[in-house]
């Protein structure tokens, strides 16, 4: 079964022109700094900041973390060969994919998931580490030239048991939801000091395909509790575009929540689940909800 590679998401991202974001700008008072010197005091003050400092300021009361890509609407997809747009039309729901490490279980009878990795010498490696300027991804690359390709059909991924707030990876296999909110800070300006700030409105989202670890080794982690080149757990490629104008969608990381899908969904969704292995669709547990008195709670 055909499914999804999702190298257009690093052609959108050397294709797109990266504007710089705004930083603070100075008080409009007589005695505020020049904005060279409060545009350089802002930035060394962001990189005092740990990434874990900068992450605990963005939760807004969301219990995960994620990077984001755009690869578009497929009208095959490795979650049961949905088509995405079908799926969500007319609801206030945004197609995804999510990574590997996210749904990380799939049976071997279709075909199971995994991934083969080389450096530059053709020699195995475990997987690819890369490395960038700091504060920004725009000019990553891998580490000794690494480069991976995807082992398997990595068709109807479920979420591992060991997924979930302990591990920072969320539980979002196929078929699962969440909501969640887009955040100011983006991979191209990491030590933006509002970057914790949201934007736009809260959205809902729906996994209905798959980020595999191999073709998208920058992107999507493979295992529960990896990280991806930004150290990030979690990522969601998007095949509904995000509610922003193109010019201003710069990969912004994402908070969010998993929570069970609406019944409407659920039901458009059936067919498919009834093509991926009984256990695919999601328990009611696999939604790692928790309670109003968790500390994650909102």
């Keep these: 079964m055909p499914l999804r590679v999702v190298a257009s998401a690093l ?81 206030e729901y945004y197609a ?20 083969e990795c080389h450096d530059m010498w053709g020699q195995l490696v475990d ?9 920004s991804l725009l000019h990553s690359k891998p580490i000794q030239g690494c480069w991976c390709k995807q082992v398997g ?14 591990s920072g990876t969320a ?5 699962q939801c969440g909501r969640g909110h887009f955040l100011k800070r983006h991979p191209y300006e990491l030590h933006m000091m509002d970057g914790h700030e949201l934007v736009g409105q809260e959205i809902k989202v729906v996994v209905a395909d798959a980020c595999p670890y191999g ?12 990280g991806n080149a930004l150290g990030v757990q979690n990522h969601l490629d998007f ?9 201003e969608f710069k990969n912004n990381f994402f908070v969010f929540t998993p929570e069970p899908c609406s019944l409407e969904l659920q039901q458009r969704m059936l067919g498919a689940a009834q093509k991926c292995p009984a256990n695919t669709w999601p328990q009611d547990d696999d939604n790692d909800q928790p309670s109003s008195n968790d500390e994650g709670a909102r």
Aim: glycine share 10%.
């Design 215 to 226: 073709p998208n080794s920058q992107w999507c982690p493979g295992q529960v509790g990896d």
């Design 96 to 115: 995804v994919a999510s990574a590997q490490a996210m749904q990380s279980v799939y049976e071997p009878s279709t075909g199971g998931c995994s991934w």
């Design 127 to 135: 997987q690819c580490h890369y490395e960038h300027p700091e504060g």
């Design 11 to 91: 052609v959108f991202l050397t294709s797109v022109e990266m504007s710089k974001a705004r930083l603070g700008s100075p008080s409009n008072s007589e005695d505020a700094m020049p904005q060279q010197w409060s545009q350089s005091v802002n930035e060394t003050l962001s990189r005092q900041l740990s990434e874990g400092d900068v992450r605990a300021m963005s939760m807004h009361g969301f219990n995960y973390y994620a990077s984001t890509t755009v690869y578009g609407d497929t009208p095959m997809s490795a979650c049961g060969s949905l088509n995405t747009a079908e799926l969500v039309r007319g609801t």
């Design 171 to 175: 539980p979002m296999g196929c078929f």
């Design 239 to 247: 095949a509904t575009a995000p509610p922003f104008p193109e010019e």
């Design 153 to 166: 059909a990595c068709w109807c991924g479920k979420a591992s048991p060991q997924a979930g707030m302990n």
